[in-house]
Every structure is written in structure tokens, then in C-alpha cells.
């Protein structure tokens, strides 16, 4: 992989990790169009490395929230007098991370090979924006982040797992959860912010270190580096916007994004305009 391949891929992920518009979806569609293989070891290590930029701003950005429930939760574990709202945010944190770190491993194989065709990854966009419409229309908006509850994430943590599948959109199975058990957009957004930073971190490292010779031999570490540096980058300033537009707009322009690109990957396919895999 050359640098302006890894810039532009790195600045795709970090646009689109966010956004419900499934960054790994995104990834995968490029990838292929610039000629990869997208099942290959060495590409969909790629692929789950360079979100540790997209973590990283999500860590930068939430820092003081991190700063004040973390030692909250810790002292609440010692001290019933602490157990106020922030140790039961982070204990509905770390509970709405269980189901991935489950079902993650479990179909580590299927969700690296098989998943990855662009049949899915197009089918999974046009899909999934029906559940994303019907969510952000019937939710009721009246629950707000204090109001948050372990059963809450748990909830919402189940919905994350489905976005293993490229095209569904780890953002848009997380907000499409949240919504649905009424809480608002704003709250189903950093709730998404939250839960990423457990998954995405496992993920990454995972890949890091069990395929450190096989992006060596492939892809190359220079690019991979240099894509997670633009990853960091450009999710830092779209973490930034999404939480602004997400408090005015509803997710329709997402929607329709979604399922114009779903139908154009598909096409695509179907007339062996690209392969699928």
C-alpha cells in the first residue's frame, strides 16, 4: 500500500467511524476499488488497527467525562456512599461491552471472511437504514443520560454486535437501540462514543499482535501507521460536528446515504462491474 492510499483510507475511517453510516462497510467498498483483496489477513488487520486513531479521539474528546466516572466507579466499588450516577454509568458501560467480547471471537473467521463480500456489506447498508428510519421516527426522545441504566447498554451492547456485519454500522445498530428505548439523540450518540472505546481498542490491539508479521509482509506498517495517525485526525473534528448536528437533525440525510450507496454497491456487483471479494 502506498501513502496517499493509506491517507485517504485513514481519513475515511476516521470521517465515517462515528457517523450511522458503517465505517467498516465504507473501508471494505474502497479497499476493493483500489484492488485489494479484502479478505486477506493482512487487509482486514488493516482495517480494525487503524480505528485505534478513531479511539483515540474518542477518548481525547470524552477525557473530562472519562476523568470523572472512572474514579467515580472505582470508589463506588470500595464505598456504597459513593454510588451515585457516574459508577452506575460506568458499570452500564462495561455491561453493554459483554456481548461483543463474546460474540466477537466467536465468529472471528466468518466475520473475516465470508461477511466481507460486497454482497453483504450492500445488502447490510439498505437494510439496516429501515431499522435506523423506524427508530428515529418512533422513538420518543424523553429519556435523557442520567437516566441510563445498565439494562439500557446491555441492550444497546447486543445491538453493537450486529455491526461485526460490514454495512450495518456499529454507530447505527448502538443509536438505533438507544433511540428505541427512548433516550435521546444526543445521549444514544455518546453512549455510541463510549461503547466504542472497549470494542474498538480490543479489536485493534488484537489484530496488532497476532498479525504483526502478516501486515509486515502485506500491507505494510508504515501505511497502516500513517493511516491511523489521519484515522485520529479527521474523527477527532467529526466527533466534534456529529454530536452538534445530531442535537438539530434527525438521521435522514444518513439514511438516504445509506441506501443510495447499498443499491450502487450492489449494482455493481451484479453486473461484475467489481467483484465481490
Given at each position: 500500500m502506498n501513502i496517499l492510499e493509506a491517507i485517504l483510507l485513514g481519513a475515511v475511517e476516521g470521517?465515517?467511524?462515528f457517523l450511522p453510516v458503517s465505517s467498516t462497510g465504507h473501508l471494505t467498498i474502497l479497499e476493493k476499488l483500489l484492488g485489494y483483496r479484502i479478505d486477506a489477513p493482512d487487509?482486514?488487520?488493516f482495517t480494525a488497527i487503524i480505528q485505534l486513531g478513531a479511539v483515540l479521539a474518542t477518548v481525547i474528546y470524552l477525557r473530562a467525562?472519562?476523568?470523572r466516572i472512572v474514579p467515580a466507579w472505582c470508589r463506588g466499588l470500595f464505598d456504597a456512599a459513593h454510588r451515585g450516577a457516574d459508577y452506575r454509568f460506568g458499570w452500564a458501560v462495561i455491561l453493554g461491552s459483554v456481548p461483543i467480547a463474546i460474540?466477537?471471537?466467536l465468529f472471528k473467521d466468518r466475520i473475516e471472511t465470508t461477511l466481507r463480500s460486497l454482497w453483504f456489506v450492500g445488502g447490510a447498508?439498505?437494510?439496516w437504514s429501515g431499522v435506523l428510519w423506524f427508530a428515529d421516527r418512533a422513538a420518543t426522545q424523553r429519556r435523557h443520560e442520567t437516566d441510563v441504566t445498565w439494562k439500557d447498554t446491555l441492550i444497546i451492547g447486543a445491538a453493537q454486535c450486529l455491526a461485526l456485519i460490514p454495512g450495518v454500522s456499529r454507530s447505527g445498530a448502538t443509536m438505533s437501540a438507544g433511540l428505541l428505548r427512548d433516550l435521546d439523540r444526543v445521549t444514544v450518540t455518546r453512549l455510541s462514543f463510549f461503547l466504542s472505546v472497549p470494542a474498538l481498542t480490543a479489536a485493534?490491539?488484537?489484530q496488532g499482535v497476532t498479525r504483526y508479521d502478516t501486515i509486515a509482509a502485506g500491507i505494510g506498517w508504515v501505511p497502516t501507521l500513517v493511516a491511523t495517525v489521519v484515522s485520529f485526525a479527521v474523527a477527532y473534528a467529526s466527533v466534534t460536528w456529529l454530536l452538534r448536528f445530531v442535537a438539530r437533525h434527525t438521521y435522514t440525510v444518513f439514511i438516504?446515504?445509506?441506501v443510495v450507496l447499498g443499491v450502487v454497491v450492489l449494482a455493481l456487483v451484479a453486473t461484475?462491474?467489481?467483484p465481490a471479494v
Open positions: 470521517f465515517t467511524e487487509v482486514t488487520a467525562d472519562i476523568a460474540v466477537g471471537p447498508l439498505i437494510v485493534g490491539i488484537l438516504v446515504y445509506r461484475n462491474t467489481i
